[in-house]
């Protein structure tokens, strides 16, 4: 089938998002096709908004609109707590339980030699050169139970042996292989509560 220029093009742009095929694309396009312009502009509105405001907070690398997110800004955090994340959707994982009230480090990946991706293709400079040094006396590493996520703990673990800082993983009670981001709260409250120390 021969399709407009135009829908062609969106299919293709709506196809750049990870998990959608050119079939869930095509309704996609369909849908906006169907939607009044003044919802087209808004929606057109929302993502260009999304793309210039949102950035990655200068202290832990969380997703926000200002220089510094409202966690790592807030007066009632426990910032001698760190909980280590893969990304923005686990720590939003994490805040939809209510439990931790400690702070976040996004390492923004994993470290993964298959794919290429070194220790200093990720957040952890930061955490281990700047953030220890203030007082922290736990860091929580919540990263997948995946090949990826051992490596990485692995590393941060090495880097911060000869610390004082305490330092726990989340309970296998995970399973191997899930992401974060897909389990329910409960799941995530019990992980926390019967976390391990590594150290």
């Known amino acids: 089938m021969i399709y407009p220029e135009e829908f062609q093009h969106l299919r293709d742009s709506f196809q750049e998002l990870p ?16 939607l009044e312009i ?16 949102i950035r ?3 202290i832990c690398g969380h997703i926000t609109n200002k220089e510094v997110c409202s966690i790592c800004s807030s007066d009632t955090r426990e ?14 994982m994490f ?5 931790f009230n400690g702070v976040y480090h996004v ?22 050169d700047k953030r220890v040094l203030n007082g922290v ?3 929580i590493l919540a990263l997948n139970p995946s090949m990826e996520g051992e490596t990485t703990s692995l590393y ?18 995970i399973p191997m292989g899930a992401d974060i981001e897909y389990l329910d709260p409960l799941t995530i409250i019990r992980a926390i509560d019967d976390r391990k120390f590594l150290s």
């Open 19 to 34: 998990g959608v095929g050119e079939k869930s694309a095509e309704r996609y396009v369909y849908s906006i096709d169907s």
């Open 38 to 53: 003044d919802k087209v502009e808004e929606f057109a509105k929302n993502l260009l908004e999304f793309k210039n405001n």
């Open 56 to 58: 990655k907070c200068s």
């Open 79 to 92: 910032t001698s707590t760190i909980c280590v994340v893969e990304d923005s959707k686990s720590v939003f």
């Open 95 to 99: 805040e939809k339980t209510g439990k």
């Open 107 to 128: 390492l923004g990946g994993l470290i993964s030699p298959v794919n290429e991706i070194n220790p200093d293709d990720i957040n952890i400079s930061s955490l281990v």
């Open 137 to 139: 006396k736990e860091i």
């Open 156 to 173: 941060i673990q090495k880097l911060l042996e000869n610390t004082d800082i305490k330092i726990s993983r989340l309970s296998y009670g």
